[in-house]
């Protein structure tokens, strides 16, 4: 039997997260105004008693769920014995920490200047992203290549549920393309831009630098990376598939998949809400899921 802990990405988030983590104990505390020292601002202000729309801001809302993550995990102690992680997106810089990849601060940076670099790229050039349900995923790879404009597959979250991401006229031309496939649904996301697309190149290139700057550690368990579905344990391989992460896809449902394949019996899930448990149960209904807990 082996346990796989699984960090949610941008989406979870909601106003009073952390609260009561952040009272559980010194350490956790700490953490939490550590953060609010690195990041330059009370971000604990705007998650525990913020608004909505001031918690959906990109610069906010990534760190957010990462200081969730991260120190809920932490706050695990001795009870956290994964043997493999993987995050969604976002997640997957918790799921790294967590695995002693780098550390809280490192982290926390990284996580940062991702947030920014990708603000930044949204506003270069407007894109956006909407989730395709009731398609096999060929078929909407297919639609994607058929279309003149940037449409990519971005987020591969279960069987039938496939997110694209691109140029606004290139997704408006997919959007009709696969209703005439016979999509169940296509709903347009709420989203700054086209993440996991080519369009957040700019924000790669802005990424790299900091983690290339960032020293990375052998993790105490195989990490299964967003680009390929596939574990890593080499520090230098898991750099660089983060770094091709902002502009390639989220495998997450080859991900669960893969897990499963190589003996996971369990999943937990690290943070706020419970979107990834939902997902593992669309890959595999006997998947045993649960959010951990203190």
């Known amino acids: 039997m082996k346990t796989a802990y699984v960090f949610p990405g ?20 700490e953490l939490f105004e550590q953060a609010n020292e ?15 729309d001031e918690l959906k801001q990109t610069n906010v809302t990534q760190p957010s769920i ?5 120190i809920l995990a932490k706050a695990l102690g001795d009870s956290f014995k994964p043997n493999m992680v993987a995050g969604h997106s976002l997640g997957e810089f918790s799921a790294l920490v967590s695995a002693g990849v780098f550390d809280f601060e490192s982290g926390l940076k990284l996580v940062a ?14 894109s956006t992203m909407a989730a395709v349900l009731g398609l096999d995923d060929f078929v909407v790879e297919d639609v994607c290549q058929r279309v003149s404009d940037v ?14 991401s691109g140029s606004i006229a290139g997704i408006d031309r997919a959007c009709e393309l696969l209703i005439e496939a016979g999509a169940r649904r296509v709903l347009k996301l709420n989203v700054g831009g086209a993440f996991h697309s080519p369009l957040m190149e700019s924000a790669r290139v802005e990424l790299e630098k900091a983690i ?3 020293t990375f550690n052998t993790p105490i368990c195989p990490v299964y990376q967003n680009i390929d579905a596939k574990p890593y344990l080499d520090s230098d391989r898991i750099k660089n598939n983060l770094i091709e992460q902002l502009t390639g896809p989220v495998k997450w449902s080859q991900i669960v998949s893969a897990m499963i394949e190589d003996g996971a019996t369990k999943f937990v899930e690290v943070g706020p809400g419970n979107v990834l448990q939902g997902l593992v149960k669309k890959v595999d209904r006997k998947a045993d899921t649960s959010a951990a807990s203190l």
Not at 113 to 126: D, F, G, I, T, Y
């Open 66 to 70: 990462f200081l969730h993550s991260v």
């Open 113 to 126: 200047a991702r947030a920014n670099s990708m603000q930044k790229a949204c506003e270069l050039q407007p």
């Open 38 to 52: 690195i990041l330059g601002f009370r971000i604990t202000d705007i998650m525990f008693d913020g608004t909505d």
């Open 10 to 29: 941008q989406g979870a988030q909601f106003v009073g997260m952390g609260k009561e983590l952040y009272g559980y104990s010194s350490q956790t505390k």
């Open 151 to 164: 449409v990519v597959p971005a987020n591969y979250n279960c069987p039938g549920q496939l997110v694209i």
């Open 212 to 214: 290339e700057a960032t």
